[in-house]
Nanobody, 117 residues
Framework: QVKLVESGGGLVQPGGSLRLSCEASGITLSQYVMKWYRQAPGKERELVARIDNPGGTRYADSVKGRFTISRDNAQKMAYLQMNSLKPEDTAEYYC???????????WGQGTQVTVSS
């Protein structure tokens, strides 16, 4: 059974940092492109960052220079380091694993990030 479990969300003040983690099970992580999405209330889900294998990365313009995506295939983990957080970063953050060789993909259940003073 494939499972993605996010953790690390929470309440943080503007300018603060959080590190999200995504633990995968049931898949060989090296065969997957890992992505982080977010969805704020009343808005569509948007792609925040992606990392291929080997680790080519891409970021949404809104988070470039503030967020860093990384992965550890051996530990079956993906991470999103979020610095200089802004209130507009408030959203539910989702981990996504997309198979490099086809359309198969998996989603985590999400972790809430709230940036507020």
């Amino acid at each position: 059974q494939v499972k993605l479990v996010e953790s690390g969300g929470g309440l943080v003040q503007p300018g603060g940092s959080l590190r999200l983690s995504c633990e995968a099970s049931g898949i060989t992580l090296s065969q997957y492109v890992m992505k982080w999405y977010r969805q704020a209330p009343g808005k569509e889900r948007e792609l925040v960052a992606r990392i291929d294998n080997p680790g080519g990365t891409r970021y949404a313009d809104s988070v470039k220079g503030r967020f860093t995506i990384s992965r550890d295939n051996a530990q079956k983990m993906a991470y999103l380091q979020m610095n200089s957080l802004k209130p507009e970063d408030t959203a539910e953050y989702y981990c996504n694993a997309g198979w490099r060789y086809g359309s198969r993909e998996y989603w985590g259940q999400g972790t809430q990030v709230t940036v507020s003073s």
